[in-house]
């Protein structure tokens, strides 16, 4: 059974920095695309950051140069290291994970992913 488990969620000042992990089990990890995604209150799903099973990235232009996805083979464990936060990115962050396309960088469309975590809470104040 596949599980996605994030961490790393909590409250920072604009300006402030935080790392998102998603421990995984389950699945053949290094066959598999994963992506980061959030959405706010209101608002519609928007797909963060990708990284695909031969390491490539893709990130939404919104975070580019301020957000990096990262994996870790070994520990089985995606991570998201947030930098330069703004009010705006204030979401509920989720993990998600698929068979991979073979897309290069992954993909930050939703319904391209069947697992999903259950979320960590992102709130940044002004």
């Known amino acids: 059974q596949v599980q996605l488990v994030e961490s790393g969620g909590g409250s920072v000042q604009a300006g402030g920095s935080l790392r998102l992990s998603c421990a995984t089990s389950?699945?053949?990890?290094?066959?598999?695309?994963m992506a980061w995604f959030r959405q706010a209150p209101g608002k519609e799903r928007e797909g963060v950051a990708a990284?695909?099973?031969?390491?490539?990235?893709r990130y939404a232009d919104s975070v580019k140069g301020r957000f990096t996805i990262s994996k870790a083979n070994a520990k089985n464990t995606l991570y998201l290291q947030m930098n330069s936060l703004k009010p705006e990115d204030t979401a509920m962050y989720y993990c998600?994970?698929?068979?991979?396309?073979?897309?290069?960088?992954?993909?930050?469309?939703?319904?391209?992913?069947?697992?999903w975590g259950q979320g960590t809470q992102v709130t940044v104040s002004s």
């Open positions: 998600a994970a698929d068979v991979s396309l073979g897309c290069y960088g992954g993909s930050l469309a939703g319904n391209d992913y069947k697992y």
């Open positions: 389950g699945y053949t990890y290094n066959r598999y695309s």
């Open positions: 990284i695909d099973s031969d390491g490539s990235t």
